[in-house]
T-cell receptor, first 108, second 113 residues
């Protein structure tokens, strides 16, 4: 069954700290892997899109990694800010299978 | 959020009502999508339109009826909904197919009473 599992379900960190969110997938065929940020009450916004040949991709303080062999991806957030509080969603597969997301809360 | 807009942003309706959700994209894209997002669950793809033709219908109950009059507009007509249909309904658009980056609207928060 095509699945995308994200961990942790939720996370609270202090402003300025780094954090890493995990995504494991069993989806096949694989086209690309995406990370989205979704603020409360808003639609998801794309952070990164990686093809299977890319190992890492950055977008400002966000860095995504991909290991296509182990079918794992991570999203690393550096020097977190209050505005990073949101749900982070991992998506992959030709038919776009979505993970349930990790809810991140950054506290001052 | 000017790329993909959705109206209304919030909707409360009774189970016997008929209402419609509207989505408009200003990005020149060819594909449009309806998603359902329930609390703590992954986004569920409902319908996919490409060049105004429905190309995917993921076993969605007939009480949800999509309409795509042109490549910039997408509607979701609702009738005789159930309380479990309460969710955030998101519209998205992309160039050509799901392989391309999708741009989401802000969503319509629907509550069925």
């Amino acid at each position: 069954k095509n699945q995308v599992e994200q961990s942790p379900q939720s996370l609270i960190i202090l402003e300025g700290k780094n954090c890493t969110l995990q995504c494991n997938y069993t989806v096949s065929p694989f086209s690309n892997l995406r990370w989205y940020k979704q603020d409360t009450g808003r639609g998801p916004v794309s952070l990164t899109i990686m093809t299977f040949s890319e190992n890492t991709k950055s977008n400002g303080r966000y860095t995504a990694t991909l290991d296509a062999d182990t079918k794992q991806s991570s999203l690393h957030i550096t020097a977190s800010q209050l505005s990073d509080s949101a749900s982070y969603i991992c998506v992959t597969g030709n038919k776009l299978v979505f993970g349930a997301g990790t809810i991140l809360r950054v506290k001052s | 959020e000017t790329g993909v807009t959705q109206t209304p942003r919030h909707l409360v309706m009774g189970m016997t009502n008929k209402k419609s959700l509207k989505c408009e994209q200003h990005l020149g894209h060819n594909a449009m999508y309806w998603y359902k997002q329930s609390a703590k669950k992954p986004l569920e793809l409902m319908f996919v339109y490409s060049l105004e033709e429905r190309v995917e219908n993921n076993s969605v109950p007939s009480r949800f009826s999509p309409e795509c009059p042109n490549s910039s507009h997408l509607f979701l007509h609702l009738h005789t909904l159930q309380p479990e249909d309460s969710a955030l309904y998101l519209c998205a658009s992309s160039q050509w197919t799901q392989a391309y980056e999708q741009y989401f609207g802000p969503g319509t928060r629907l509550t069925v009473t």
